[in-house]
């Protein structure tokens, strides 16, 4: 149904193809493989290239295998109008996606009369998902609007959209995936989708100089796990990252030594499954196994990035510790109330301390007696200290009497304290390689107290994924997302919150510097080296807050990463 929509979205605003082609000749680009026509979208003046492939089909005997390059070259014009399938994957955000292996594609949206000699800023999308699903073609993520705000405010940008595995199909682990040298294949797919950006984003009209990579969610772990990727050698594949409720220091990841307590037995249960467990090869035998039979044998894990030794040589934090990150312009940023989204934790099961005790002893590789009671003493039994914070006394007991307190940990932990962490260290980086770097803290609810696969029960609040809700920064307009099910309102001034920030985000992409958006009447963004600040983004009553929101808390995580496991 997403899908749908997104596509409706974009031929709503277009004459049908017989119209414009018998006007005006389809958009191509000449890349290194060969020919792709596109299609035009002649109200928003803009180019669409749909299903553009960066891998060699990852079927057969590339399933469960790290991608490959595209070698093929086509003859003639290969048409670029319809999206592949979205990679497999799970977790509620699969509804309404076609799904299918075949799908290491990526789409471009430009605009139209944009040659190769301009040369314009390009922002590389990642999507969430908990790296259990999503894809390029969900409809929250219609990049169209966002462009056509660029050229609103003469700022004209490229953005691309790839698609990655997810799932037991992109970060399956085991001794067996060890051996094979397959390990983090997800991650894998996403650099490769940047370097083939690199290689060919010219002949869109991109400048590969000029590229900003974003994400939120697992997108922005996934952009916090590329700046300390290969030990922070980025090789120039961006310039920019902007990380949206995600970044390197969010959840623990394991190591291969862990695997046989973590994952050994996830593998073992798929391959019992589908009956390879006997094989000689179990890893080669679910290369056979029919597509419907592996993605039901998969549908019950949750599988996330581990330390390969490879794309992730250590532990983030470590990276951190040794400067190996590499170093490029910062946006970041997160939501009050990160907390409160249901998958987070901690709903109906935190009703004392003692509750809370174990919650927190449990927590990465286990934390000592005295480091939990630091967390109960930073983290007290007061309601009005807790998430969703500026609640008062309110306990929101249905959900557990100390959810609050609950909450309000989970959150820090692995978010808030993370985004804090990076942009102090990009921040004190020398000045002979430091770049600019901007906060953010997103402090607006769904104007109906609901986000849809997030956190539909109350306390909602400024919850996780809020402030990427189908308009805020994809700037998408309420006449064409009122089905949606992440529908930002029907208040104007909520769009008017999404004019700024989508806007502030070109404008980053752009100049690497958000104030230069147009929206009159703004507070002026400090870069963050010079005020370490945060632009704190409300409907109606957005400000600049110095970063200290939490300071005792947040400075307490970074002290314990490496218990922790990030």
Not at 218 to 223: I, Y
Not at 520 to 533: F, K, L, M, Q
Request: with cysteine; glycine share 10%; hydrophobic share 35%.
């Amino acid at each position: 149904m997403r899908a749908a929509l997104y596509l409706a979205s974009l031929f709503a605003l277009a004459s049908s193809n017989s119209d414009y082609e018998d006007h005006e000749a389809p958009p191509r680009a000449i890349t290194q493989n060969g020919t792709v026509q596109g299609f035009r979208l002649p109200d928003f003046k803009e180019d669409v290239f749909l299903g553009i492939p960066f891998a060699a089909p990852p079927v057969g005997d590339l399933r469960l295998r790290r991608p490959q390059p595209y070698l093929n070259t086509w003859e003639g014009v290969k048409n670029a109008t319809v999206r592949s399938p979205s990679c497999p994957g799970y977790a509620g955000f699969d509804v309404g996606l076609a799904l299918g292996e075949d799908c290491l594609t990526l789409d471009v949206v430009r605009p139209s009369g944009t040659t190769a000699g301009h040369r314009l800023p390009v922002l590389v999308w990642i999507y969430g998902g908990g790296f259990d699903a999503g894809g390029s073609a969900d409809s929250r993520y219609n990049t169209s609007y966002l462009v056509n705000a660029s050229v609103a405010i003469d700022k004209p940008i490229i953005v691309i959209s790839i698609n990655y595995r997810v799932g037991g199909w992109g970060f399956l682990a085991s001794e067996e995936v060890v051996a094979a040298g397959e390990l983090n294949i997800g991650l894998f797919d996403q650099r490769l989708a940047l370097k083939w950006i690199q290689e060919n984003v010219w002949a869109f009209g991109g400048d590969p100089k000029k590229v900003t990579i974003s994400g939120e969610s697992a997108g922005g772990f996934s952009v916090g796990y590329h700046l300390t990727a290969f030990d922070g050698k980025h090789d120039g594949l961006f310039r920019a990252a902007i990380l949206e409720s995600g970044n390197a220091l969010g959840p623990g990841i394991n190591s291969i030594a862990q695997l046989n307590t973590t994952y050994q037995p996830t593998f073992d249960n798929v391959t019992e499954t589908v009956g390879c467990s006997e094989a000689a090869d179990p890893l080669d035998c679910l290369r056979t196994v029919p597509y419907e039979t592996l993605f039901d044998a998969f549908s019950p894990f949750v599988m996330t990035p581990v330390l390969d030794g490879e794309f992730l040589t250590q532990l983030p934090s470590t990276s951190f510790s040794l400067g190996k990150v590499a170093p490029v312009a910062i946006l970041a940023g997160s939501n009050t109330d990160e907390g409160t989204a249901s998958f987070f934790g901690p709903r109906n099961s935190l009703n004392t301390s003692r509750d809370i005790s174990a919650m927190v002893s449990g927590m990465g590789i286990g934390l000592s007696n005295s480091t939990v009671s630091k967390i109960m003493e930073l983290y007290p039994d007061d309601p009005t200290q807790g998430c969703p914070f500026n609640t008062g006394s309110e306990r929101f007991a249905d959900q557990g009497y100390m959810y609050k307190r609950g909450a309000a940990i989970v959150g820090d932990e692995v978010i808030h304290a993370g985004r804090r962490f990076t942009t102090k260290y990009y921040a004190s980086l020398p000045n002979h390689v430091r770049n600019p770097v901007y906060s953010y803290r997103f402090d607006q609810p769904p104007w109906n107290g609901i986000e849809e696969y997030v956190a539909t029960v109350a306390p909602v609040f400024a919850t996780h994924y809020s402030e990427e809700k189908i308009c805020f920064v994809f700037n998408i307009d309420p006449s064409a997302s009122t089905a949606n099910s992440n529908w930002i309102g029907p208040h104007s001034e909520y769009y008017d919150l999404s004019n700024l920030m989508s806007r502030s985000w070109i404008s980053f992409v752009h100049d690497l510097n958000p104030n230069h958006h147009g929206v009159w009447g703004t507070p002026i963004w400090p870069e963050y080296s010079n005020s370490p600040s945060n632009f704190v983004f409300r409907v109606g009553k957005s400000e600049i807050e110095v970063d200290n929101w939490r300071s005792a808390q947040l400075e307490f995580w970074s002290t314990i990463w490496g218990q922790l496991k990030t």
